[in-house]
């Protein structure tokens, strides 16, 4: 293992946003055993701060492989195409428009019942944004087009998380 690898290679699978949720489930075991402090202990405290760094370094690869955004985005940095969502908030007009129209539809919900039909078009939202996303990294290798599209899936999350606070609101 080396500390220099990117994610995709540390876990030993191929540089792409599908990925199998098993297998890097079990890959993360794995590499979590091999690199366990414990396993160390006899070759004195030094090994065990490695070990211990090389078990932070996984669980951070992991932290980031098993989430779709965080993946999409992970890719798009390792080709040159960083996200900045942070700087970088432009959106095309007719996303920036279902966004307004999901706002006012939240502003306006009455009860349950208008939350979870709201929540359901967040979802589809976001299904066809992760398959866009898959498409245009995977197929097309696009990854600078990719980056319009993480970001609208953040806005998507951040929206589907307000629904969600709202919908725990009603039922307490």
Known sequence: ?????????????????????AVL?????????????DKFTAQGAAAQRVAMQWSVR????????????????????LHDAPVNAENNTAMPAAFLMQQMQWR???????????????????????REVLLKIE???????????????????MFIERFAADVNARLDQIEN
């Not at 500390?3 to 191929?14: I, K, P, R, V, Y």
């Not at 078009?121 to 976001?126: D, F, I, N, P």
């Open 135 to 153: 498409q245009l990294l995977d197929q097309s290798q696009d990854y600078t087009a990719a980056v319009a599209q993480v970001r609208a899936l």
């Open 58 to 77: 996984i669980n951070e690869a992991y932290q980031r492989l098993k989430d779709p955004l965080k993946r999409a985005a992970y890719l798009c940095e």
């Open 25 to 37: 489930d079990a890959r993360w075991k794995d590499l979590q055993r091999q690199a366990h402090p």
């Open 104 to 126: 006012e539809a939240l502003d306006e919900a009455q009860g349950a019942e208008d939350l979870d039909q709201i929540s359901q078009q967040c979802r589809q939202a976001g």
């Open 1 to 21: 293992m080396n500390l220099q690898s990117d994610d995709f290679e540390l876990f030993g699978l191929e540089q792409r946003f599908a990925q199998d949720r």
